[in-house]
Nanobody
Framework: QVQLVESGGGLVQPGGSLRLSCAASGVTFSSFSMGWFRQAPGKEREFIAVVGWSGISTLYADSVKGRFTISRDNAANTMYLQMNSLKPEDTAVYYC????????????????WGQGTQVTVSS
């Protein structure tokens, strides 16, 4: 059974940093592209970033480019999202996502989802 478990969310002040983790089980992790989406109240789930199976290929949404960094550790079956210079508009539930082989950038392309972790940016 595939499980994606996010951790690392919380409350942070504007300008602060957080590091999210996504631990995967039940999959051959190195065969999957991994990514992050987020969903704010009343809004659609939106793409944030994706990393290919090797960790070399990455893609970011314009809204987070230069502030967020996605990475993965295939030996640990874990993906990360380092979030710096956080803004109130980054407040959302952040979801880990996986797709077999190819990178992705839309909800429809995702094979598996995590349960989400709340990130709140507020003073």
């Amino acid at each position: 059974q595939v499980q994606l478990v996010e951790s690392g969310g919380g409350l942070v002040q504007p300008g602060g940093s957080l590091r999210l983790s996504c631990a995967a089980s039940g999959v051959t992790f190195s065969s999957f592209s991994m990514g992050w989406f987020r969903q704010a109240p009343g809004k659609e789930r939106e793409f944030i970033a994706v990393v290919g199976w090797s960790g070399i290929s990455t893609l970011y949404a314009d809204s987070v480019k230069g502030r967020f960094t996605i990475s993965r550790d295939n030996a640990a079956n874990t993906m990360y999202l380092q979030m710096n210079s956080l803004k109130p508009e980054d407040t959302a539930v952040y979801y880990c996502a996986a797709r077999r082989s190819e990178v992705f950038f839309s909800v429809a392309q995702v094979n598996y989802w995590g349960q989400g972790t709340q990130v709140t940016v507020s003073s």
